[in-house]
Nanobody, 124 residues
Framework: VQLQASGGGLVQAGGSLRLSCAAS????????VGWFRQGPGDERESVAA????????YYSDSVKGRFTISRDNAKNTVNLQMDSLKPEDTGVYYC??????????????????WGQGTLVTVSS
């Protein structure tokens, strides 16, 4: 599965962005999909994930209530709607696909396919 992330950019605090992850070569069917971010000097952290089996969404505490992950099967994309953005949301955002078990759905090492990343910058 080849993944292509897009939609990043510069936005003021309180604004919104919508990231999209497009798959080619294979559909997302059967794969869990996660969005991760990495700030300067930080480790890659999970932001949101969508289970392939239960279709349940998982969010980190820092984005819960502000971000929404969704899947568009017709377009073979997975989107991340980000609202009420904060400067601490700044980072490179990556989408990933894999078959993690539920207990590892937020673990980057559980995903085998990664997009190239898209930069999100939130100014204060």
């Amino acid at each position: 599965v080849q993944l292509q992330a897009s939609g990043g950019g510069l936005v003021q605090a309180g604004g919104s962005l919508r990231l999209s992850c497009a798959a080619s070569g294979r559909t997302f069917r059967g794969y869990s999909v996660g969005w991760f971010r990495q700030g300067p000097g930080d480790e890659r952290e999970s932001v949101a994930a969508l289970s392939a089996t239960s279709m349940r969404a998982y969010y980190s505490d820092s984005v819960k209530g502000r971000f929404t992950i969704s899947r568009d099967n017709a377009k073979n994309t997975v989107n991340l709607q980000m609202d009420s953005l904060k400067p601490e949301d700044t980072g490179v955002y990556y989408c990933a696909a894999g078959r993690p078990i539920v207990s590892t759905i937020s673990n980057p090492s559980a995903y085998g396919y990664w997009g190239q990343g898209t930069l999100v910058t939130v100014s204060s």
